[in-house]
C-alpha cells in the first residue's frame, strides 16, 4: 500500500514534508500544552472550558504554523496566501473529525486485542490516527491547499 501511495509522490518533496510534519507535530505538542498550562492557570475554576480554549487556541497557531511550513518548504508556492491558508485549514477539518469519531471505539477496540496493554490503547489509538492524518493531509494540501494550477493549462 505504502509504494502505491509513494509513487504519487516526488520523493524530496516526500522527505521534506515528513521533516516538517516531524515539526509540526513537535510544535503542536508543545504549544498545546503551553495554552493548556496558561489557560489552566486563569481560568482554574473551569478545567473543561480552559482546556478547550486552550486546544481551540493552540490548533489556530498550530495549524498557521504548519501552512507556513508546507507552503515555504514543501510545497514551495508562491501568493496566494489568503486563499492557499483557508485551503489549509479546510484539509484539517476531516482528520479533525475522524479523529474526534475514531478515537474512543479505536482505543476500546485495541483494549479488547491487547488486554495486558489495555493503559497503552489511547496512546496506539492516537499514534495509528496520526499516521492517517499525516496521509490525508498531505494529499489535502497537494491537492487542495497548494494545487499548482499552472500544471493544470
Known amino acids: 500500500m505504502f509504494k502505491r501511495i509513494a509513487k504519487h509522490i516526488p520523493r524530496e518533496q516526500l522527505v521534506r514534508y ?3 510534519g516531524a515539526w509540526n507535530t513537535l510544535f503542536g505538542y508543545g504549544c498545546f500544552f503551553l ?3 496558561l489557560f489552566l492557570h486563569l481560568l482554574a475554576s473551569t478545567p473543561s472550558i480552559a482546556a478547550a480554549v486552550a486546544s481551540v487556541v493552540s490548533m489556530t497557531i498550530n495549524i498557521t504554523v504548519s501552512f507556513f511550513g508546507y507552503k515555504l518548504a514543501v510545497f514551495r508556492t508562491k501568493g496566494n496566501f489568503l486563499r492557499e ?11 479533525l473529525i475522524l479523529n474526534g469519531v475514531a478515537i474512543g471505539p479505536l482505543t476500546t ?3 479488547q486485542i491487547q488486554p495486558s496493554r489495555e493503559h497503552k490503547s489511547a496512546y496506539i489509538a492516537g499514534a495509528i490516527l496520526a499516521f492517517i492524518t499525516v496521509v490525508m493531509s498531505f494529499f489535502g494540501h497537494k ?3 497548494f ?3 499552472s500544471a493544470e493549462s
Do not use: N, T
Open 18 to 20: 515528513l521533516l516538517v
Open 35 to 37: 495554552c493548556a498550562h
Open 85 to 95: 491558508y483557508l485551503r489549509s485549514f479546510l484539509v484539517y477539518i476531516p482528520s
Open 109 to 111: 477496540l485495541l483494549e
Open 143 to 145: 491537492h487542495i491547499s
Open 147 to 149: 494545487r499548482d494550477r
